[in-house]
Each structure stands twice: as C-alpha cells, then as structure tokens.
C-alpha cells in the first residue's frame, strides 16, 4: 500500500496569494487559476467563495498571467478576474484529480492501486501576516487510475476523458485532445473515505536554514518525514514535491484523524505517532517542479 502527497492549489507562483488559514481552523482551498479560458469549468475566481467573510479567490489577488512559463496569454487584471476560470483540480466534491508534472508526479500516481491514497497539501497563510506553510488539507482513496500519453491512441484517450469528465484536464480538452498535448497526463479517480477537512489541517513544512544554506527555505517536519515514512521526495518543499510515504490507507487515515468534525488535536501530528513503529526512511529523490 502506499500514499502518496501532492503538493496542489493557489500560491505565489500562480495566483500571487494563498489561501487564508483562521485562527478557528478553517481554512480556503483555492484551485489555480486555468491556464486557458476555453473550458468547460463553471468555477471562476469570482464565483469561488471564501468561507469566512463573503469575499471570493478574485479579491485575494489583483493581477495573474496564466502562461506564467510558457507565454502566449497576457496577463489578466481589473473586471476580467472575476471571469477567467479556474483550474479545480483535485476537485473534492468528484473525488478527482489529474496531474502532468513530471517532478516525480507522473511516476508515482500512475503506480497508484486501487484502496491507495492521494493526501494533498497547499500553501496556507494566517490573516494576520504570520509565516506561510505548507498544510495537508484532505486525500482521496484511489478507485482508478487512467493514464493518457501523447502516443495513446484516439479512442481511448477519448474514453479515458469520458470516464474522468469531471476533471479540470478533460474539461479543457478539445476534440478529445489535451491542452498539454505534448504531456503525459495520469487521472485518478477517487471513492470514499475521501474529501477536504472542515478545518485543522496538518502542517507539514518547517521554515529554516539547514547548514550549508544562506536563507531560510521550506523543509518537511521531521516528524512527518519519520513517522509516515516518506521515501521519495526529498525534504525541501519549496517547489510542492510528490511525497511516497511507505504507509497503509489506515494507517494514514488513523494518523491524519477525521474529514468532519477535526479538532484542534487532529492538527497535532505529533500526538499521533507514538503508536506509530520506527521506519528505516529514504528519502534521495529531490526533484521538484513549480506548480
């Protein structure tokens, strides 16, 4: 069995913000913005809610370029916010979520079993300006996983888009064609248990300056690199790495506490571990990629 942690959501690479963590511990998933507004994607960053003071995702931020890398879309601002889409991907109502980096990502959902596990985590910022980290905010429990290649024949990437329709990918898909047709994209498709917190999320990153380093950059708790046994993903999470954590889905279903009705406690890694037995972890694979 294994789980597997992706680094997902809003941040300063792409909406030029984070979401907000309360002091309540309720928090804001914020998808990325679309790359591209043909799509069939109903949800924007003016319609997407904020639970906690009737704002929506377009007043966290006054400008963003879609093509942030690749060029080819201006940037977008002013009134034309409110209606550019966004990319919902995980969307955790569907229980879906695609992905094409190739940081480790591509490899390590594809060989993804059905009864796995995807936990994801994003950026989080508290009101008050405090320090920025990096937070497990919900997973799903693998059902399928579909993989479509730039070789995969027509009528079964076609089929493979059918069956993941309520994916950010294939709603952005065009005559049964990836937007990113030159990618490798993995879909997988998720069942219950499986969804986002209603609150409390897991931090998992630390901020410092490791020896050999000038700066402070972000870097995996130790106590979560240790006791969920990550093996792949290396430690800095600048860059929103995909973690392999050598885990069962009960295990990591018993460590990360409830969907519904988290406390304060569930938040509280630490408090979850001591039943957890000593791993050997490897943790060599340090690639990454900007979200």
């Not at 959902?109 to 508290?126: A, C, E, N, P």
Request: with cysteine; aromatic share 8%.
């Amino acid at each position: 069995m294994t789980v597997v942690l992706a680094g997902v959501g809003a941040d300063s690479t792409n909406l030029g913000a984070l979401g907000p963590l309360y002091d309540d511990g309720r928090f804001e998933y914020v998808p990325i913005p679309e790359k591209t507004a043909e799509t069939t994607e109903s949800a924007t960053l003016g319609n997407w809610s904020l639970s906690a003071d009737g704002r929506v995702a377009a007043d966290l931020t006054t400008r963003i370029e879609p093509q942030p890398v690749r060029g080819g879309v201006d940037a977008v601002s002013g009134s034309e916010l409110e209606s550019w889409p966004l990319h919902h991907d995980p969307n955790f109502e569907a229980l879906t979520y695609g992905e094409h980096r190739t940081s480790g990502y591509v490899s390590r959902l594809q060989s993804l079993d059905d009864g796995d596990v995807v936990g994801f985590y994003v950026g989080l910022r508290r009101p008050d300006g405090d320090r920025a980290h990096r937070y497990l905010i919900g997973y799903a429990t693998v059902d399928r996983v579909d993989v479509v290649t730039p070789d995969t024949p027509r009528a079964e990437r076609e089929a493979i888009l059918e069956r993941h329709a309520e994916n950010a990918h294939a709603k952005r898909a065009r005559d049964g064609t990836l937007y990113l047709e030159e990618k490798t994209v993995v879909f997988v498709n998720g069942r219950e248990p499986g969804g986002l917190f209603d609150r409390h999320p897991i931090r998992l990153s630390e901020y410092e300056v490791k020896p050999g380093n000038v700066r402070a950059q972000y870097y995996l708790r130790e106590s979560i690199e240790a006791g969920w046994n990550v093996r792949a993903g290396g430690s800095n999470m600048m860059y929103k790495p995909a973690y392999r954590c050598g885990l069962s889905a009960e295990e990591f279903r018993s460590l990360v506490g409830p969907l519904r009705g988290r406390s304060a406690t569930d938040a509280d890694v630490e408090s979850g571990l001591e039943s957890v037995p000593e791993r050997s972890v490897s943790c060599n694979d340090t690639s990454k990629d900007r979200q």
